[in-house]
């Protein structure tokens, strides 16, 4: 059995028709039937089933493919390891971070990072902690920053925390406590509540933190970006727990700090530990790890 019977196996299964999985391979219609037979030959069984306009996988051919996929993502793992190997200072590293990283944090912690290691690209996602984790779980990204979840509790799943920041209450501009510098959080209990949708992590963190003050949240407006967020809270919406933006409008809303309970998310920075990781994403999340200095 020859690696590249596996890979025609695995594009035919996939096309289930010779002509277009002959065009992927960019080899002969002839050509791939001869080795797909040669594979059935081998195992002693047939592997698709002919059709008139084309082929489907029978069971045996079902029970081979996922065999076939682990097998062929194994070697192609390797390979890239190996060359991985030759340059650890050159790379890609696939990132996604949820929204409110993306005004400054992200932007500083890369182009530090880049000072140090100039060849190593980035491609990069803003999106919701949840579709983050989705993201990881299926292997489109190497590195993620979002607040805790549900989703961290896979056993693949590891993290360290990356950023312990405050939240603070705001209000619109002509709201009974605007003037004041520092509230307690059971003080807006019967307030119409500005909230981040479900998909957003840190609705959880403060659901959490408004039971805590003796209260559930009361949900006039639900958004997803902190912007948003801000926004209708200075359009009357109501009142809103959002972690501190740099360049945020204050002509509308004031930000208050909350002495009870104390309003703190943390971020996380995820990776799935059953997955090869790069010298390039080693390097960053090394990085990360020590406060933001190479090793």
Request: proline residues 2%; aromatic residues 10%; hydrophobic residues 40%.
């Given at each position: 059995m020859e690696w590249?019977?596996?890979?025609?196996?695995?594009?035919?299964?996939?096309?289930?028709?010779?002509t277009k999985a002959a065009d992927e391979l960019?080899?002969?219609?002839?050509?791939?039937?001869?080795?797909?037979a040669k594979l059935e030959e081998e195992l002693g069984v047939p592997l698709f089933d002919r059709k008139v306009r084309g082929v489907k996988l029978n069971r045996y051919g079902e029970i081979l493919l996922p065999h076939v996929n682990r097998a062929l993502q194994e070697i192609t793992m390797a390979k890239q390891e190996i060359s991985d190997l030759d340059d650890p200072y050159h790379g890609s590293i696939s990132l996604a971070f949820i929204h409110t990283l993306g005004s400054s944090f992200v932007p500083d912690l890369i182009g530090e990072f880049r000072e140090q290691y100039p060849g190593i690209q980035f491609q990069l996602t803003q999106d919701s902690t949840r579709k983050i984790m989705n993201l990881l779980e299926v292997g489109e990204i190497d590195l993620g920053f979002c607040t805790p979840n549900e989703q961290m509790r896979q056993k693949y799943i590891e993290m360290v925390p990356a950023i312990d920041e405050e939240l603070f209450l705001i209000v619109p501009k002509?709201?009974?406590?605007a003037e004041r510098k520092e509230v307690e959080l059971r003080e807006i209990a019967d307030e119409p509540f500005v909230l981040y949708k479900q998909e957003s992590g840190i609705r959880e963190v403060i659901v959490n933190l408004c039971q805590e003050a003796g209260f559930t949240p009361?949900?006039?407006?639900?958004?997803?970006?902190?912007?948003?967020?801000a926004g209708f809270v200075g359009a009357n919406f109501g009142v809103a727990l959002i972690p501190?933006?740099?360049?945020?409008d204050l002509e509308k809303i004031s930000l208050l700090s909350v002495s009870k309970p104390r309003c703190r998310r943390q971020i996380q920075m995820v990776w799935r530990s059953d997955r090869y990781m790069s010298p390039a994403v080693s390097n960053f999340k090394r990085f990360i790890e020590l406060g933001r200095k190479s090793t």
């Open positions: 590249q019977q596996l890979e025609y196996f695995q594009a035919l299964a996939k096309h289930q028709n010779f960019a080899l002969t219609q002839s050509a791939l039937s001869r080795s797909i002509k709201h009974r406590l009361n949900v006039s407006f639900e958004g997803v970006g902190d912007a948003t967020i501190y933006i740099p360049g945020l």
